[in-house]
């Protein structure tokens, strides 16, 4: 499975980055056995540059495009960004308003935030969860948000660790439709649909 984190974090090191590394690792430890994880980062300080060319003059530079074709590939996807103005950052925004209109359809994807105070929690369903119900992907139930006071403090591990098996079983859902299905000893095939399955994580 292709798993593309993507962090808008601005400084080194970044709590943002720090909680995107911590999903990936919790959803490469839910994957099935014999199931590899291919984990990309895309750190999007290091493209704000291109991606704010790609707006001036309509052409992705090479890091750019190679970003863009990953997010668009990818079985899964974390997005994380840090909380400005009781919203996701400019440059998270314009990473994505870059992107193809269609590329993230019906795609699984975990929402996360960090921020200084819990106060902007709330960044998760206000701002980030319907940016990406606008772009047709399938948000996982479970969003993380990290404040200043949560690290090390009870509660973040288990919404990481929550999030991370919601995303895992969507994708391993979308890889095993890609896969050809096995017929059962009736002799027919069954074809557990996607809504079906999601309904089923959210039930």
Do not use: C
Request: net charge neutral; proline share 5%; no cysteine.
């Amino acid at each position: 499975m292709k798993l593309v984190v993507v962090s808008a974090g601005l400084s080194v090191p970044s709590s943002t980055r720090l909680l995107a590394d911590r999903l990936a690792a919790a959803v490469d430890r839910k994957a099935d056995a014999g199931v590899q994880v291919d984990i990309q980062v895309v750190e999007l300080r290091e493209l704000a540059v291109e991606i704010a060319h790609n707006f001036t003059n309509g052409f992705p530079g090479r890091k750019l495009a190679d970003a863009l074709d990953a997010v668009t590939r990818a079985d899964g996807l974390i997005v994380v960004t840090p909380v400005f103005s009781a919203s996701y950052s400019g440059l998270f925004k314009s990473f994505f308003d870059v992107l193809e209109k269609d590329a993230l359809a019906g795609k699984p994807v975990l929402v996360a935030a960090t921020g200084g105070s819990a106060r902007h929690s709330l960044v998760l369903e206000h701002a980030m969860r319907p940016l990406f119900a606008y772009l047709r992907a399938v948000v996982v139930p479970t969003a993380v948000y990290a404040a200043s006071e949560d690290w090390g403090a009870e509660g973040l591990a288990e919404r990481v660790e929550r999030a991370a098996g919601e995303l895992t079983a969507l994708m391993s859902g979308l890889s095993a439709q890609r896969r050809p299905v096995p017929k059962p000893a009736s002799g027919g095939f069954e074809v557990v649909p996607f809504a079906e399955r999601l309904d089923a994580l959210r039930g």
